[in-house]
């Protein structure tokens, strides 16, 4: 679809279309208009002209309601308004230009004490190198790392392992858009020559990722999972690819995510949970969590705004560790919600977590939500004198089952210190507003120029759909539900100076939605295994129920995900239910 010059647009029809709803300049609205095939059409389309009526019309998608006089005064300074929105669209935003009023999950007045950049894990049980190929492609990084430097591994080998098995089970899973075999076996082989000389870059080299579809790869596609992005190829690359590659890891290829991170739905087709093959991985980090799962790399990189690390980490039964909001640049990643979006690991096992996230870590000049802090994890790291809140309710009705209180119950038996907890009640989810807000804004372009139709997904609740709906927020209503995010952010503040650690069933009691928007730091974990009838969007067909596994989640303090991960790690030591491997493999 052509975008009209506004040039070509007359100032009466540019106020009379955005009088009635249509794009203001480049919108589709417009363009439609222009392309009536013929008068009667075209007069049938005409919006109506700006007057009282239409402004009491438009009131009622705010809501508000204003008298006649009132309505008549804001004719008279709308034209200079909808001139100015029309000189500003004009613009042309990079995805990456990010809002001047930024987001710091910091509360005016709080200190954060200082942290040594240090991982201590002791060195794995000396196990003899496996013979069989699968057990060496599920093995924990650790493991990985121990048989790379001492037990007659090489990278090079490590790495043809999981190019096999991309290539065994990838057409049934569809989580990789992208497969990097040559680079692969580049960097594989470099990492072999830096072990030999000596030159060890810490306990990612030689080990063989995947990263999500949303950070940019130089010369290789970086597709955004959406149809209008599929050919689109960078020319540098993100700053946790570079990281990785300081790192000595191996990058294997792009995984799939769903288009414009939502769900698991991409444009060539949908991701797969391997231990159910008639259900999506959920997502938006779809393919990141399938194909670590299934044993298809050592680990990968997936990003969260409001559940994508979270929940394919639980559909898969993955370690999924959403750092602290600014801990980790997002600078080369797709922007979808600046004040939100999050990078971090997906592994098989919490302590992989941790390996990535010391890589990973870091403040980033490139990244305006960027915050400097060090990373420390040690196993017994703040376990003497944890206090662990969670609420009894959490643990009942539809958001939870026997294995959340399960878990529960077994963390008990840590010895840490429990502690009820109470979330005051406010109207949470209207938080999702200001997401979609912000979403509009940074795929604008879509929706100006058309190419939302080029999307996979076109439903009520896809993004194209959204992204027109939520242009009818009015900016006052936007500023309100920013106060109202500080106010959660003063009352988890509140809470979280209560206790250490929060758990949950991953969906329970608004958590999810409030820890995104307060930047607090989230672990999820296996905790068992359920029956699920659960399908791919849009198959009516098969609903056998089968065997899967479920998660756990763990909320931390602010930049405190050392603590976090060590009482994960006990936990998950504790429930010893993250040894199983789902049937596709």
Known sequence: ???????????????????????????????????????????????PELSPRVVACAEKLIPIEFTEKEREQILRGIENQLETVARVREQKFENALAPALGFDPRLPGKSFAEQENKVSIPSPLNTPLPTNDEDIAFASIAQLGHWLRHGG????????????????????????????????????????ADFAAGRDKGPLQGIPYGVKDLFDTKGILTTWGAMPYKDRIPDSDSQIVTKLHEAGAVLLGKTTCGALAMG???????????????????GSSAGSASATAAGLVGFSIGTETLGSIVSPSNRCGDAGLRPTFGRVSRAGAMALCWSLDKAGAICRNVEDTVFVLSAINGGDVKDAGSINMGFNYGRNLGQKDLVVGYNPDWFKGDSANEIDRAALATLKKLGVKTKTVNIPELPYSALVLS???????????????????????????????????????SSVDYIQLDRLRRKVMQNMD???????????????????????????????????????AARVRGDDGDKTKRRVPQNISLIGRLFDEGKLCALGRRLEAALNVNQERPPIS
């Not at 080998?157 to 580049?186: G, H, M, N, P, S």
């Not at 698991?264 to 959920?282: A, Q, R």
């Not at 250490?500 to 989230?522: E, Q, R, S």
Request: aromatic residues 6%; hydrophobic residues 40%.
């Open 1 to 47: 679809m052509s975008k009209p010059s506004i040039t070509n647009v007359s100032r009466r029809g540019l106020l009379a279309g955005a009088a009635a709803g249509a794009t203001i300049i480049g919108g589709k609205a417009i363009a439609r208009q222009n392309e009536a095939p013929d008068d009667t059409a075209e007069a049938a389309s005409e919006p």
């Open 153 to 192: 591994l090489s990278s090079a080998r490590l790495t043809k392992i999981y190019l096999d098995r991309i290539k065994k089970y990838d057409d049934a899973l569809e989580c990789f858009v992208t497969v990097t075999a040559d680079l692969a076996q580049r960097q594989a082989a470099q990492a072999d």
């Open 264 to 282: 698991d739905v991409w444009f060539d087709g949908v991701t797969k949970n391997p231990w159910n093959l008639k259900e999506g991985s959920s």
């Open 435 to 473: 997401l979609l807000a912000e979403s509009a804004a940074s795929m604008e372009e879509l929706t100006l120029s058309g190419r939302d139709d080029l999307l996979v997904r076109q439903d009520d609740d896809a993004w194209p759909a959204t992204f027109r709906q939520i242009r009818f927020l």
């Open 494 to 532: 509140e809470m979280m100076d209560e206790v250490d650690v929060l758990i949950t069933p991953n969906f329970a009691a608004n958590l999810l939605v409030i820890t995104n928007y307060t930047g607090h730091p989230c672990l999820t974990l296996r905790a068992g295994y359920r029956k699920s």
